[in-house]
């Protein structure tokens, strides 16, 4: 027999199966927003593969550092004094020569020919001169004849005419023949006078004639001597001491007045040339400490230095400063050398610092690992960094005295704001 079932039984089912499906939708929205904001679980990182260190209050000394080459202080070029052909190369390049060493030969005919024209225009001037002379002195010698004729005769003349003054007064020859003898000695009087001024006259000629021709056989000499020493540069000397650094011409090369023939350094004179970085560069001053390292085995490799030069233009990022050198160097440095240099900025009395990192840039803000007390994780902190020097920069924010962040490369964990170390 069927028995009716009741409304309201239906209806209570129906309720029950609504709320089931409401619970169950609250439920998987729950699950599914907490899933959402767990944090995703902190990567760990080998303790060996990390560079740790700590944040210490203390002096700290700001440097820069560069790599360069030694390079020499003065470097001799040795230009052709004239053009010419190269003849012979007698020394090559890494040679140490001495200033009298000929390191190469040129040929030049035309400047060959030009000496000999000038000896030969030379020795005819001389000639000329010694000619002059002997005709000066000739004419010399036929004018003092004439003047100690005139000279002769003015005496005899004087003479006749005091004999005839004297028998003048005795009465023994007319006033005439005095007035005679005495006009004839008067006349040859004025004539030797004349002679004489003549003589001086003639010798000041003669003095002046051969001073005129002196003069042309100085300019002469002068010329000559200039041409032999064009000659004589054909071998072309070091000049100096050194070592021939290197020789940009060969045998048959036709080189011009003024071209470079050689180099010559001096190996116990150099400097060390750094290029510093353009940002770093404009910390740098005349004057500041310095310290070269030549990798050299012989135990004094760290020359002492200070800063001579600095270059006034940037190149490729770069700039390029000079450091005198202010103790020996090793033996066997030698020109274009590599060294690198660090160069002393100024002296901290007390900073907060750390070591640099490695995407640590001087006055930036950056993000590093601080490692937790017992070193099994670290959390990311922000940093604002202020003055660095080539190991440490300086803290200016965000760490403090005695904590310890990771320093090396962190670039795989930025997205985690935590790590664990596994030691």
Known sequence: ????????????????????????????????????????????????????????????????????T??????????AESAGRVERIFIRPGTPVSGDSVILSLNNPELQNDAVTAEYNLKQAEAAYTDLKVQLQSTSFDKQAAAAQVDSDYRQAKLKADRDQKLSEAGLIPDVDLKLSTTQAEELAQRDDIEKQRLKIIDQSAKAQLDAQQVKIDQLKALYALKQEEVAKLNVRAGVAGVLEALPVEVGQQVAAGATLAQVTQPSRLKAQLKITETDAKYVLNGQKASIDTHSESGNGIIPGHVIRIDPAAVNGSVLVDVGLDAPLPQGARPDQSVDGTIELEHLASVLQVGRPTVGQPNTTISLFKISPDQKTGSRVTVRLGRASVNSIEVLSGLQAGDQVVLSDMNNWDKYDRIRFNH
């Open 1 to 68: 027999m069927d028995v009716p079932r009741n409304p309201s039984f239906k209806r209570n089912r129906l309720i029950k199966r609504i709320t089931y499906v409401v619970l169950g939708l609250i439920a998987a929205t729950g699950i599914t927003l907490g899933v959402t904001r767990l944090q995703p679980a902190a990567p760990t990182v080998e303790w060996s593969t990390i560079w740790p260190d700590r944040v210490h209050q203390g002096p700290m000394i700001r440097d820069v550092r560069g790599t360069g």
């Open 70 to 79: 030694l390079v020499p202080i003065d470097m001799m070029y040795i230009p």
